[in-house]
């Protein structure tokens, strides 16, 4: 098999005859002839869906979907419209009256909310579990119908043994979604490690230059043909146009995951010298109880391009460091090409019950710091000046 960054340019497999191009063209066009007037069959994707109208099918995002699927060793993808847009699709495709869900207490805040608003209109429990392989594996039972969890958790960053998971979900026969957005498919590949459907909100590392929204989902070829339906239905295709620039985006996916893992590497060993800050969390840092399972798990010994770190004095002295900060911006997201920064506890963890938040030590002085592809020396400079 070809290598990463090789099935990251070539993976679409796109090539016109008649032109000559093998770069897949912005397919704009919403109708296609159905059925082929000639054959009088309609026109069949590769994965034997049909092409007719817009909401269903389009070339270029199903440019898209073989190269996330050949990225993520998994026999298909599809592509949606934002990553929550996957999400919803895969939640109400899979979900049903009477269902028991056990979702990680630090998955992104709006999964656990879409999660547990579904539960309350259509008569699903749902339960939070610790963010670890570990306390979740001890939820699950034979009564359980689907497990929800992210590789590495969001904003304390938390390795999660997928693979321990995996092997617990499948001799129970439980469904295990993984959301590996954080660790892309540069580091893991779920799928390998038991996972049913492994999600993305391409928007972060896969588009990765903070221009396009975007989800996708991997599975396998039976799963997402069902996905597909429910796709066509809920009108959650991803468009031809994110659907280029994800496609020109993911071809550097590779080199620039390295790039912000080795710049943020260097800025988590800064942080972690400087005494106004009070604690670093990342899972590269010898000190990272996390450390082990990034190592046992993952393909490179690299640990992703976020850092979050707790300032001395709290939310006060957090956001005069965010209002100090010149290179990098405040903003929320992550994984592109500028270096941002957020308060968590305010942003993507605000909707979190705030025990919740206590328990994983997300306080209000807790800021998360997603390292772009700006030069190292400029990013520690910019935090030296804003921590001084
Ligand atoms: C881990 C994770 N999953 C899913 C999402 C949702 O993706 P989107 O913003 O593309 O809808 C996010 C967004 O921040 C995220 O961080």
Redesign the pocket.
């Known amino acids: 098999m070809p290598g990463f960054t090789t099935r990251s340019i070539h993976g679409h497999g796109y090539f016109d005859r008649e032109t000559g191009s093998f770069i897949p063209p912005v397919y704009l066009s919403v109708v296609y002839e159905h059925p082929d007037v000639e054959s009088g069959e309609p026109r069949i994707v590769d994965r034997g869906t049909v092409l007719k109208y817009g909401r269903e099918e389009n070339p270029t995002v199903r440019a898209l979907e073989r190269v996330i699927a050949s990225l993520e060793s998994a026999e298909d993808a599809l592509a949606f419209n ?4 996957a ?1 919803s699709t895969l939640a109400l495709s899979l979900l049903k009256k009477g269902d028991e869900v056990i979702v990680s207490m630090e998955a ?1 805040g ?2 656990v909310r879409l999660l547990e608003d579904l539960a309350l209109k259509f008569g699903i429990r749902v339960r939070r579990a610790w963010p670890s392989a570990e306390s979740i594996a001890e939820q699950v039972d034979r009564g359980t119908s689907l497990v929800f969890v ?1 590789t590495m958790t ?1 904003p304390t960053l938390r390795v999660i043994d997928i693979g321990y998971l995996g092997r617990h979900c499948r001799d129970l026969g439980v469904t295990l979604v993984v ?1 590996n ?2 660790a892309t498919p540069v580091l893991v590949n779920p799928v390998e490690h038991g996972a049913d459907y492994v ?1 993305h ?4 590392y896969i588009a990765g230059h903070n221009d396009v ?3 996708a989902i991997a599975t396998d070829r039976d799963r997402a043909i069902e996905l597909w339906s429910w796709r066509a239905t809920l009108g959650t295709i991803m468009q031809p146009m994110e659907a280029y620039l994800t496609l020109r985006g993911v071809k550097t996916l590779e080199i620039r995951f390295e790039r912000q893992s080795k710049t943020a590497m260097e800025v988590a060993e800064f942080l972690s010298d400087h005494p106004k800050v009070k604690e670093v969390y990342y899972p590269g840092l010898r000190s990272s109880p996390y450390k082990p399972i990034a190592d046992k798990l993952f393909k490179k010994r690299l640990y992703g391009g976020v850092v979050s770190f707790k300032v001395r004095g709290g939310y006060e002295e957090a956001l005069k460091v965010m209002k100090r900060l010149q290179v990098i911006k405040p903003s ?3 994984g592109g090409t500028e270096s941002l920064i957020t308060l968590p506890a305010v942003t ?1 963890a605000s909707s979190l019950p705030p025990e919740d938040r206590e328990a994983l030590g997300i306080d209000e002085g807790l800021l998360r710091l997603s390292v772009g592809l700006e030069d190292a020396e400029d990013l520690i400079e910019d935090l030296s000046r804003a921590l001084a």
């Open positions: 934002s990553g929550m847009a999400i992104y709006k999964t992210e969001n959301d957005t954080f999600i909100s391409t928007t972060k929204v975007g989800g929320p997201s992550l993507a």
